[in-house]
């Protein structure tokens, strides 16, 4: 059977020896894996469109456990963000804990609307760093992990300059991101990340985004 959804690509891995093995999270299914066949060629049709943080219209056949994209349409590719080193790792770390976080064949619109509007911000804004914390407070209530719910019921020992700083961010919408005061932003992101590892591994980009971020400091 040949289906028609729209979907993004959350991770992407080596296939044998020329396709790749992609997972899609999409409007219409949820979370899936699909084989895109010769899509490590340089001249495959496939390539651009089964791109991670690329938004797509995906023709799949799917066979019981067996999907496969034989067709795509790039809907937004998202150059803002993949042109921008630091906006493209911000993105990428999100798009790896959306990943980790999201079960199989479950789909939530909910969450797709909040990704897809993630990237819009992430590619205007001027504070990316704020905008992915907000991103994965949000994401992590809408989930059943709720960060502030954990903070309360667990009767957690934060500064209350900081827990007022998790609701501003819990709370705040895209467009006001950047005119947000009184935030303080390491310190929230050292306290969430520490959080997820309760529910996931490490993301493998962590330690990378920190190193920048350390070299960022030293620089400036």
């Known amino acids: 059977m040949y289906y028609t959804i729209k979907g993004m690509v959350l991770n992407s891995k080596v296939h044998g020896e020329q396709d790749k093995l992609v997972t899609i999270y999409s409007y219409e299914w949820g979370k899936f894996q699909a084989v ?5 060629k340089i001249t495959a049709k496939l390539s651009s469109a089964t791109e991670l943080l690329t938004e797509s219209e995906f023709m799949v056949f799917n066979k019981g456990f067996c999907s496969k994209v034989v067709g795509a349409r790039i809907l937004e590719n998202n150059s803002k963000i993949k042109n921008d080193f630091k906006r493209n790792l911000y993105a990428l770390y999100a798009a790896e804990i959306c990943d980790k976080l999201i079960p199989y064949n479950i789909e939530n619109t909910d969450k797709y609307n909040l990704i897809i509007r993630l990237w819009k911000v992430l590619s205007e804004c001027k504070h990316q760093k704020r905008v992915l914390i907000a991103f994965i407070l949000r994401f992590l209530k809408i989930s059943g992990y709720s960060f502030f719910d954990y903070i309360k019921n667990a009767n957690v020992l934060i500064d209350k300059n900081i827990i007022k700083s998790i609701k501003k961010l819990s709370n705040c919408s895209g467009s006001d991101i950047d005119i947000l005061k009184s935030v303080e932003d390491d310190k929230v992101w050292n306290y969430v990340e520490s959080y997820l590892t ?23």
């Open 36 to 40: 895109v066949p010769s899509a490590k």
């Open 198 to 220: 309760n529910y996931i591994r490490r993301p493998s980009l962590s330690i990378f985004l920190q190193k920048v971020e350390d070299t960022n400091k030293t620089l400036f």
